[in-house]
């Protein structure tokens, strides 16, 4: 069975800066596209970034184009995301997944993880 375990939130100030990360167990995502996303107080899920299986191409929701990185270690099965110049906004739990196929739909995923508090004050 898959895990996924985000971890690296917390609470920063306007323009600060966090590193998140995601592990993965129980599948290998080296031929996996990966994403992260997002879940604020009374909000929909939402689409933040996703990474090709190599890391040669990636893609971002426009309010954090510009500001936040993904980026992965497949040696290690795991998923980065940092977030730069982080504004209240950004408040939210922030998951990853294994893509599927492009279909970013958060209800079509299967299983989640924990996902890891991020909290931008102003």
């Known amino acids: 069975q898959v895990q996924l375990v985000e971890s690296g939130g917390g609470l920063v100030q306007a323009g600060g800066s966090l590193r998140l990360s995601c592990a993965v167990s129980?599948?290998?995502?080296?031929?996996?596209?990966m994403d992260w996303f997002r879940q604020a107080p009374g909000r929909e899920r939402e689409f933040v970034a996703a990474?090709?299986?190599?890391?040669?191409?990636?893609y971002y929701a426009d309010s954090v184009k510009g500001r936040f990185t993904i980026s992965r270690d497949n040696a290690k099965n795991t998923v980065y995301l940092q977030m730069n110049n982080l504004k209240p906004e950004d408040t939210a739990v922030y998951y990853c997944?294994?893509?599927?196929?492009?279909?970013?739909?958060?209800?079509?995923?299967?299983?989640w993880g924990q996902g890891t508090q991020v909290t931008v004050s102003s």
């Open positions: 997944n294994v893509d599927r196929g492009g279909d970013r739909t958060p209800s079509h995923y299967d299983y």
């Open positions: 129980g599948r290998f995502i080296r031929n996996s596209a």
């Open positions: 990474i090709s299986w190599s890391g040669g191409s990636t």
